[in-house]
């Protein structure tokens, strides 16, 4: 597609449901990273991968949190038994080569979680 | 944890005006990053400088590095209400591709 894609744009849960995220990278782009980020603070990292592969995943703050991207294009972070503190912006963002030396990252628009 | 630390932490300034943001990091990188992020919308890049470069331009953007002291400097020239939002700068080290953001700073450009 022409951009990163995130859905969905907005989802509230209750305490203790599961949540899938879901991000559609720019096509071709081989890595793809999700970040986090609370109000008033930069993104935090979360995860990276390269192709289908997990590169990183040293900031996925609980064993609560996978990531996954089968095929090597969608990817899907999922966040079981929620807790009102996983509240927060999950960012997306896909980049044309691992070690990009050129260009940036594109990020999505993100998904506002909120856990009530 | 925190690589990159952006000052100030917020600025206001009247349209027209420079606007320049410092970033600030502690180990050797290969390259840095600066995004803008809108009310309510996604991080945008603005520009890349590589460890090895010492200053680039990108339309009223300005982006100098300097190594020697772990710091960059982003200058926006002749600014305008549409600029309002925050800056980030992200930061890329040698043995890493993860790029790692600050708490950004936060601007306002008056009409």
């Known amino acids: 597609g022409a951009g990163v894609s995130q859905s969905p744009r907005y989802k509230v849960t209750k305490r203790g449901q599961d949540v899938a995220l879901r991000c559609d990278p720019i096509?071709?782009?081989?890595?793809l990273y999700w970040y986090r980020q609370a109000l008033g603070q930069g993104p935090e990292f979360l995860t990276y991968?390269?192709?289908?592969?997990?590169?990183?995943k040293s900031g996925l703050p609980n064993d609560r949190f996978s990531a996954e991207r089968p095929e090597g294009s969608i990817s899907t972070l999922t966040i079981q038994r929620t807790e009102q503190r996983d509240s927060a912006m999950y960012r997306c963002?896909?980049?044309?080569?691992?070690?990009?030396?050129?260009?940036?990252?594109?990020f999505g628009s993100g998904t506002r979680l909120t856990v009530v | 944890s925190q690589q990159g630390e952006e000052d100030p932490q917020a600025l206001s300034i009247q349209e027209g005006e420079n606007a320049t943001m410092n970033c600030s990091y502690k180990?050797?990188?290969?390259?840095l990053q600066w995004y803008r992020q809108n009310s309510g919308r996604g991080l945008v890049h603005l520009i890349l400088?590589?460890?090895?470069?010492r200053e680039k331009h990108s339309g009223r953007l300005r982006v100098t590095l300097d190594t020697s002291k772990k710091s960059s400097s982003l200058l926006i020239t002749a600014s305008r209400a549409a600029d309002t939002a925050s800056y980030f700068c992200?930061?890329?080290?040698?043995?890493?591709?993860?790029?790692?953001f600050g708490r950004g700073t936060s601007l306002i450009v008056h009409p």
């Open positions: 180990t050797s990188i290969n390259n």
């Open positions: 963002a896909s980049s044309l080569v691992g070690r990009n030396l050129l260009y940036g990252y594109t």
């Open positions: 096509s071709g782009h081989v890595s």
């Open positions: 992200a930061t890329v080290t040698g043995g890493s591709y993860i790029p790692t």
């Open positions: 400088i590589r460890s090895n470069e």
């Open positions: 991968f390269n192709y289908e592969a997990q590169q990183d």
